[in-house]
């Protein structure tokens, strides 16, 4: 079973930055799609970037956002410049891997 536990999550100002982790375990095999969602209070949860062979970005976060991730250990990461207060939400990682897997969300709070 794969688990996924996120970190990097936290408090920062408008036009800061944050990087999250996620690091999954229960397989030692390359997990084929890694990536993250976010959800805001009172709104459904959203794709914000996925990464395989490719990357996949959402409108509101591309050129601020980067996703990447290392293979040998199955983690991806998100770098988050210029955040914004909507960018304010839990983040979730996600694993496509046979069936979905989702961490537990870590979450960022951009004030303005």
């Known amino acids: 079973q794969v688990q996924l536990v996120e970190s990097g999550g936290g408090l920062v100002q408008s036009g800061g930055s944050l990087r999250l982790s996620c690091t999954a375990s229960?397989?030692?095999?390359?997990?084929?799609?890694m990536g993250w969602y976010r959800q805001a209070p009172g709104k459904q949860r959203e794709l914000v970037a996925l990464?395989?062979?490719?990357?996949t970005y959402a409108d509101s976060v591309k050129g601020r956002f980067t996703i990447s991730r290392d293979n040998v250990y199955n983690r991806v990461y998100l770098q988050m410049n210029s955040l914004k207060p909507e960018d304010t939400a839990v983040y979730y990682c996600?694993?496509?891997?046979?069936?979905?897997?989702w961490g537990r969300g870590t979450l960022v709070t951009v004030s303005s």
């Open positions: 996600h694993a496509q891997y046979g069936n979905e897997h």
């Open positions: 229960g397989t030692i095999f390359r997990i084929p799609i």
């Open positions: 990464i395989s062979s490719s990357t």
